[in-house]
């Protein structure tokens, strides 16, 4: 009888590790299936040259228009030019006039990639050729934070911009200017002659920094210290400016500024 018992454990235990190894091949089969599903989420290989676009109602409708504020409440903030170097397949260059950042890219299709994450992603969308994309962001519904339901549209260029403040200023304010009283020219190294004591100035670009919200320029004496801000306007070839007077609130805090009475209407002579 003991001898029996033990020939049944041995069976036992033989058959019971057979069914180990058994479900251990399962296990491994179904890890690949679900492997083989996943990986197609995230795949680099692409069609994507080398290359840049830029979202042109901003880059090249600033310089037509002449105007800078009017245009800047937009995806340009974050992204007025978007890049991509094949060498480096899993990331997209964004470039904005307030922030810059590189976000991994995923591919969904052919032509339509993912930039960011499941919780906040732009989903970019190239035309057959990709010379133009649609750009869109998406938001996690369960998030505070709105996506921007605007669809922007970016063209590839080989145009060059390096720096915003020289593309800007190259294009729309650097010249020589007179009225019958006063000569004055703003020069393409933002030097300043003939409005008071000022050697320097700057054009704003950042949205979130004109107060008020319109065009201005600060204007520096030779020591670099803020001489005062100008608002600059276009009416075809005379460009009016406007002293800015800052409001602040009782707390010593700038609660909004505002343009006062025009004190130079200029013809643009080259």
């Not at 938001?139 to 145009?159: E, G, I, N, T, W």
């Not at 800015?244 to 500024?257: A, C, E, F, H, N």
Request: hydrophobic content about 35%.
């Amino acid at each position: 009888m003991k001898q029996f018992l033990t020939l049944f454990f041995l069976f036992s235990l033989l058959v019971s590790c057979n069914q180990e190894v058994k479900n251990k091949k399962i296990n491994k089969k179904e890890a690949e299936k679900r492997n083989k599903v996943q990986r197609p989420n995230i795949s680099y290989s692409n069609k994507i040259s080398t290359g840049k676009w830029y979202f042109l109602p901003y880059t090249d409708s600033t310089i037509i228009n002449k105007s800078i504020f009017k245009y800047s409440q937009s995806c340009a903030s974050f992204a007025y030019m978007i890049s991509y170097d094949s060498s480096n397949p899993d990331s997209i260059f964004f470039k904005g006039y307030h922030e810059e950042t590189m976000m991994p890219l995923i591919k969904r299709s052919d032509t339509i990639f993912w930039a960011g994450d499941t919780i906040q992603h732009w989903e970019i969308t190239f035309n057959n050729d990709f010379s133009s994309l649609q750009f869109q962001e998406y938001m996690d519904k369960s998030y505070a934070h709105k996506a921007d339901p605007r669809l922007f549209q970016f063209a590839k260029s080989v145009k060059e911009i390096q720096n915003l403040a020289i593309y800007f200023n190259k294009f729309i304010l650097a010249g020589a200017y007179k009225n019958e009283q006063s000569k004055v020219r703003f020069t393409d190294k933002f030097e300043v002659v003939g409005i008071d004591n000022a050697a320097t100035y700057e054009l704003v670009i950042d949205f979130w920094e004109m107060v008020p919200q319109m065009d201005l320029i600060n204007l520096f004496d030779k020591k670099g210290e803020l001489l005062k801000q100008l608002n600059w306007e276009y009416d075809g070839e005379i460009l009016k400016l406007r002293n800015v007077r800052q409001i602040y609130d009782k707390d010593g805090d700038l609660d909004r500024g505002v343009a006062e009475d025009i004190i130079y209407e200029l013809k643009k002579i080259k």
